[in-house]
């Protein structure tokens, strides 16, 4: 019974799983079709906003109280810069670089957070880097100069500086994000919803500062609630779950690589772009350098 139990919570991880890197994969054509009917920092506004209301119906649905009774004071400040990196910083900075990049391009090199993330690792946990992970490493960079030039390596000519720069400054906003929230070990849903919260009140004052806040078009509150749900929301519920089902996280983590590939197939159908052959051939790079890491680091753990 037990093993038969076990079975079936792994099926249902790989598919909870499946759904969540299915709906992820389909947010970068739905930020670019989104961005035609509404402000970037419009976007992020109403998605973050969509994203607390989903969150605190799903803690009410699980018959817990917001917040905690364990909440204290430092959670409270730990939340607050945790929410200006994401959904704060990282939305916004992301969102930019999806309004004046090909989508194509800011879902790729938006991809190369794993990078950022061994990266930061050096200096934010003292980990040290060998020569295998610096090949990773390059192999990965030359896919990002790959995107970033199209391929065009005389004189090494970025298509658009202010674009790459943006995507991958997102990159390394959600690594540290990524480092910070490892070391919180409060439960992930009320913290999540805690960080949106502040995110929301910073995002809320830009936008009064900047005169953002106006009556959308009905295609900009589709498109908003679409993300606010199946990108901020909904979706990170879904990968929590699988994780917690899964015998273990390697069984569905590889799944995550399968991402990037249907974004860029989602985006070629939604958006209408002609994925270019540098893309692809960019993205193949990255991937193949983060999978080389991933195997670097396996090698190091095992005993």
Known sequence: MGKNNRIKDQKTAILLALLAVTFWSTIGSAFKITLRYVSFIELVLYSSFIAVILLFLILKARNKTYPPARTTGKDVLKSALYGFLNPYLYYMVLIK????????????????????????????????I???????????????VIIATKGDFSGIRLSN?????L???????????????????????????????????????TALLTNSIRILPAEGYLGVFYIG???????????????????????????????????????????????MDTTWTGLIFIVAGILLQQINVRKRNTP
């Open 97 to 128: 670089a999806y309004d004046i990049l090909f989508a194509q391009e800011a879902v790729v090199l938006n991809y190369t957070w794993p990078l950022a993330l061994v990266l930061l690792s050096i200096p934010l946990l003292k980990q040290k």
């Open 229 to 275: 749900v199946f990108e901020m929301g909904l979706t990170f519920v879904l990968w929590l779950r699988a994780l917690k089902l899964s015998s273990t996280t390697a069984k569905i983590g590889n799944l995550i690589y399968l991402s990037p590939f249907l974004s860029l197939v989602f985006v070629s159908i939604a958006v209408g772009e002609k994925i």
């Open 167 to 205: 995507a991958l400054g997102s990159s390394f906003i959600w690594a540290t994000f990524w480092i910070l929230n490892m070391k919180d070990k409060r439960d992930e849903i009320p913290k999540l919803l805690l960080n949106f919260l502040f995110g929301f009140i910073y995002i809320l004052i």
């Open 130 to 144: 060998g020569i295998k992970s610096i090949s990773a490493l390059l192999i990965s960079f030359f896919g990002i």
């Open 161 to 165: 500086e202010l674009g790459v720069i």
